[in-house]
């Protein structure tokens, strides 16, 4: 699990870092394993409701709900993450269906990152 924080994060750099480098984990397992049939990619969530962003709501004096009406507005579809378009993404993921998808890292952000 990664991060749209991997493209670069000017306010957490030790955490957008370290979510570059599961994508790069993820790759190289990619071009490792694939000879074998396993894939492997990386999930990388932007604003998702969760105890993180709660937690920075808090970090920053915000209100949680005002918190998310704004990241909402600067999100493309208009919405915030939930936990189910995560879990949704990774069911894919982990499918027959996904079989030809390895070493990529799927942006689940609401629109284009980066």
Known sequence: MSSVSAVGDAARVDYGSAKAGLIGFAKSHALQLGRHGITAN????????????????????RDFEEFRRSAARSILVGRVGEPEDIAHTAFFLVSPEAGFVSGQAVHVAGGPVG
């Open 42 to 61: 990386a999930i990388a969530p932007g604003f998702v409701v969760s105890d993180m962003t709660r937690a920075s709501a808090r970090h920053l004096g």
